[in-house]
C-alpha cells in the first residue's frame, strides 16, 4: 500500500498526478480518522446499493469530476453525493458507502459515469462521518459538519434528469 500523508496542502493534487488508486486513498484516510476508536476496529466498504438489515444513514456532499468514456467531454459538479450507512456491534463497526454517477450530457450514452473525488474531498466527508460515528455510537460531542467544497462554479445548472443521486433521491437536500 503506498503512503500518503492526509494533510489537505499536500493531498491538494491534481488527480491525475495521484500515484495511488482512489479506493486506496478512502482506505488510508478512513484508517488515519477511525483509529480514535482503537481497541475497536472500524471497517470501510465500498457498496453499489443500500445493505439490508438496520443502519444510520448519512448523505454528504462534495465538488467532484466526471469524463465520459464514450466522447471524453468532463465536466465538474458541485453535487457529487454519497451515502454512508454505518453500524456497531461486538466492537466493531461499518462504515457502508456509495458514490453516485452521472450521465454525460454531450452524447447519447445512457451508462452513468463514475465520480473522480478530489483527495481533500474525501478527507472532507470522512472527517464529517467519522465525528457522526463518534457522536452516534460513543456519544461524543458533535462538532459542526463540513460544508465547504473546492471553490469553483459550474457552468452549468445541476441537471437532475442525468443525475444517479437525484433518481435516489438522496440529492433533493440543499447541501
Ligand atoms: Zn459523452
Ligand atoms: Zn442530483
Given at each position: 500500500?503506498?503512503?500518503?500523508?492526509?494533510?489537505?496542502?499536500?493531498?491538494?493534487?491534481?488527480?491525475?498526478?495521484?500515484?495511488?488508486?482512489e479506493a486506496v486513498v478512502w482506505q488510508v484516510i478512513f484508517m488515519k480518522l477511525f483509529y480514535?476508536?482503537?481497541?475497536?476496529?472500524?471497517?470501510?466498504?465500498?457498496?453499489?446499493?443500500?445493505?439490508?438489515?438496520?443502519w444510520h444513514t448519512f448523505v454528504d456532499s462534495a465538488k467532484v469530476r466526471f469524463s465520459c468514456?464514450?466522447?471524453?467531454?468532463?465536466?465538474?459538479?458541485?453535487?457529487?453525493?454519497?451515502?454512508?450507512?454505518?453500524?456497531?456491534?461486538?466492537?466493531?463497526?461499518?462504515?457502508?458507502?456509495?458514490?453516485?454517477?452521472?450521465?454525460?450530457?454531450?452524447?447519447?450514452?445512457?451508462?452513468?459515469?463514475?465520480?473522480?473525488?478530489?483527495?481533500?474531498?474525501?478527507?472532507?466527508?470522512?472527517?464529517?462521518?467519522?465525528?457522526?460515528?463518534?457522536?452516534?455510537?460513543?456519544?461524543?460531542?458533535?462538532?459542526?459538519?463540513?460544508?465547504?467544497?473546492?471553490?469553483?462554479?459550474?457552468?452549468?445548472?445541476?441537471?437532475?434528469?442525468?443525475?444517479?443521486?437525484?433518481?435516489?433521491?438522496?440529492?433533493?437536500?440543499?447541501?
Amino acid at each position: 500500500m503506498c503512503s500518503i500523508t492526509t494533510t489537505p496542502a499536500v493531498l491538494a493534487v491534481p488527480i491525475v498526478k495521484r500515484t495511488c488508486t482512489e479506493a486506496v486513498v478512502w482506505q488510508v484516510i478512513f484508517m488515519k480518522l477511525f483509529y480514535r476508536f482503537v481497541p475497536h476496529s472500524w471497517r470501510l466498504v465500498s457498496v453499489p446499493n443500500r445493505p439490508s438489515g438496520r443502519w444510520h444513514t448519512f448523505v454528504d456532499s462534495a465538488k467532484v469530476r466526471f469524463s465520459c468514456k464514450s466522447c471524453e467531454h468532463g465536466w465538474t459538479s458541485m453535487k457529487g453525493r454519497i451515502t454512508f450507512w454505518c453500524a456497531f456491534s461486538n466492537n466493531t463497526g461499518v462504515v457502508a458507502y456509495r458514490l453516485y454517477g452521472q450521465q454525460c450530457g454531450s452524447c447519447t450514452g445512457e451508462s452513468y459515469e463514475s465520480a473522480m473525488w478530489y483527495p481533500e474531498e474525501i478527507e472532507k466527508v470522512l472527517w464529517n462521518i467519522c465525528n457522526r460515528v463518534a457522536h452516534v455510537f460513543y456519544g461524543l460531542a458533535r462538532p459542526p459538519i463540513q460544508l465547504n467544497r473546492r471553490p469553483g462554479k459550474p457552468k452549468n445548472p445541476h441537471n437532475s434528469e442525468k443525475c444517479q443521486a437525484c433518481k435516489d433521491g438522496v440529492c433533493a437536500e440543499r447541501r
